[in-house]
């Protein structure tokens, strides 16, 4: 099973700050099938990045997907109110599909 | 719009059995892979199941393999997961999530239902 390690747990920064959340995994995952998701309390995940690096449908350019290989990184370029909640990396690469265990982003 | 409605969810005792249903709307039902994603009180999201959509292709996580069971009633447009022998453990909040994929998955889930909580204790 591939382990993805999500760091940090918490990110506390300030409306305008850059976030770089880092997304760890404990093999390779192919063909970098990775997602990232936005949660917010009492609602879906709702979907920002697929196969690491493409933005979702909708989604604001602020947020951005790198890496491959067992490293990758979700960056928002400047946050917005709204851009506070909890983010979670999802590999799809091989079975079974896995989650990492989040990572909230809190308002300073 | 993409709909996706859960539904069927409650309190259960321990060994019990639930059917959850996910009606959808808004898409070509039929063309499309569907998984249930469950996510724990305060915690994070675990994949559940899957099922394709223009082939047969069922997968299941093991910590429910052999309990629960995904269907789907493509004339109905909507998606089911019976859950059987029911545990402490299975209590979440159960969605069901699209994947924008016919065939070959799970891949990532586009879209997601609000979800429907589960309760197991006795």
């Known amino acids: 099973e591939i382990v993805l390690t999500q760091s940090p747990g918490t990110l506390s920064l300030s409306p305008g700050e850059r976030a770089a959340l880092s997304c760890r995994a404990s093999q390779s995952v192919s063909s970098s099938y990775l997602a990232w998701y936005q949660q917010k309390p009492g609602q879906a995940p709702r979907l920002l990045i697929y196969?690491?690096?493409s933005r979702a449908t909708g989604i604001p350019d602020r947020f951005s997907g790198s890496g491959s290989g067992t490293d990758f990184t979700l960056t928002i370029s400047r946050l917005e109110p709204e851009d506070f909640a909890v983010y979670y990396c999802?590999?799809?690469?091989?079975?079974?599909?896995?989650f990492g265990q989040g990572t909230k982003v809190e308002i300073k | 719009e993409v709909q996706l409605v859960e539904s069927g969810g409650g309190l259960v005792q321990p060994g019990g059995s639930l059917r959850l249903s996910c009606a959808a709307s808004g898409f070509t039902f039929n063309t499309y892979s569907m998984n249930w994603v469950r996510q724990a009180p305060g915690k994070g999201l675990e994949w559940v199941s899957y099922?394709?959509?223009?082939?047969?292709?069922?997968y299941y996580a093991d910590s429910v393999k052999g309990r629960f069971t995904i269907s789907r009633d493509n004339a109905k447009n909507s998606l089911y997961l019976q859950m059987n022998s029911l545990r402490d453990e299975d209590t979440a909040v159960y969605y069901c999530a699209r994947d924008p994929h016919s065939y070959g998955g799970p891949y990532y889930f586009d879209n997601w239902g609000q979800g429907t909580l589960v309760t197991v204790s006795s």
């Open positions: 099922i394709g959509g223009t082939d047969s292709t069922i």
């Open positions: 196969d690491a690096s």
């Open positions: 999802h590999q799809y690469g091989a079975s079974p599909w896995t």
